[in-house]
């Protein structure tokens, strides 16, 4: 079973920016390779359906975005770390929200990833977003 932690959320105004990280681990200590999954990235706003936000395929080389962050959110992750980011920046209003981040095993696959929360495993339990001024 993994663990993702998601961090870095918060209160920011319009226009501001904000890093999400995704630090994932592993409660047995062997096996463990955080190569093996894409990560997705979620929102959930209150009254709204939780929706994809951006995903990054097992091999880092395949990214997607949602249209309405795209140009503004970059996710990019580092497999040393064990941990994947969002950043995210010229945020809105309509950006707030609690972000999840969720693994999805994909050892074979290495050049795919899926907005769609079906598809992943495991997931954190999410960080607040909030942009207002």
């Known amino acids: 079973q993994l663990q993702l932690v998601e961090s870095g959320g918060g209160l920011v105004q319009p226009g501001g920016s904000l890093r999400l990280s995704c630090a994932v681990s592993?409660?047995?200590?062997?096996?463990?390779?955080?190569?093996?999954?894409?990560i997705g990235w979620f929102r959930q706003a209150p009254g709204k359906e939780r929706e994809g936000v951006s995903c990054?395929?097992?091999?880092?080389?395949?990214?997607n975005y949602a249209d309405s962050v795209k140009g503004r959110f970059t996710i990019s992750r580092d497999n040393v770390k064990n941990t994947v980011y969002l950043q995210m920046n010229i945020l809105k209003p309509e950006d707030t929200a609690v972000y999840y981040c969720?693994?999805?095993?994909?050892?074979?696959?290495?050049?795919?990833?899926?907005?769609?929360?079906?598809?992943?495993?495991?997931w954190g339990q999410g960080t607040q977003v909030t942009v207002s001024s």
């Open positions: 969720a693994a999805d095993f994909r050892r074979i696959q290495r050049s795919v990833c899926s907005m769609n929360s079906a598809e992943s495993q495991h």
């Open positions: 990054i395929s097992s091999s880092g080389a395949i990214t």
């Open positions: 592993r409660f047995t200590l062997s096996g463990f390779t955080l190569n093996d999954y894409a």
